[in-house]
């Protein structure tokens, strides 16, 4: 079955016993709420971890008015850009700052590696869908069901899930390696 808003959703509805709906648009208390929860729930989990299906890379182009100063450029960040998670300069001899909707860096040009926003669910992992169906879960329980206890269980199970979605996404790479050299060695 493809991934779809709303079937994330009809999970979510199911794992608090709540009716299913067709769509977010439905006439129905569920569908309001769901619609009214998606987003934030969707893009607060994405910022949460650099999932491999979120992470683009971009060129940037220097703003024409440059920072009053500290920095010798600012540039204007994608508007799909939700957190930003490394360069292309240097880290020991170029420092960049995100300020609002900007990268400040001392540099004439900078490509960015980011978490995008993605809004087209059939791009996410069944398992960031399933943590992100359990997330939303938490979110509208108590608006539909009225129970604190089903709230903070789903809120548990949502943790209990968060860690090896990050580390089953975190395996699909060979990670960062770190060799040994003279200064080391010297101990």
Not at 21 to 30: M, P, R
Not at 98 to 121: F, H, P, Q
Not at 157 to 165: C, F, N
Request: glycine content about 4%; proline content about 4%; aromatic content about 10%.
């Amino acid at each position: 079955m493809a991934i779809t808003e709303v079937t994330i959703c009809n999970s979510a509805l199911a794992k608090i016993g709540a009716q299913r709906i067709l769509s977010l648009n439905d006439n129905s208390e569920a569908a309001r709420v769901c619609k009214e929860q998606y987003e934030k729930g969707r893009d607060e989990l994405l910022i949460s971890h650099p999932w491999n299906f979120a992470i683009t890379r971009a060129p940037l182009s220097a703003h024409p008015t440059p920072p009053l100063f500290d920095w010798g450029a600012q540039f204007l960040l994608p508007s799909d850009c939700l957190r930003v998670v490394g360069t292309d300069i240097d880290t020991l001899q170029g420092k960049w700052h995100v300020e609002g909707r900007y990268l400040m860096a001392n540099t004439d040009s900078i490509s960015i590696k980011y978490i995008r926003r993605v809004v087209d669910a059939s791009q996410f992992t069944p398992t960031f869908a399933e943590l992100l169906s359990t997330k939303l879960a938490a979110d509208i329980c108590f608006s539909l069901v009225q129970s604190v206890q089903l709230k903070a269980a789903l809120y548990e199970e949502y943790e209990r899930k968060l860690r090896p979605a990050r580390s089953f996404d975190a395996q699909e790479s060979m990670g960062d390696r770190v060799y040994a050299d003279n200064w080391l060695h010297s101990r």
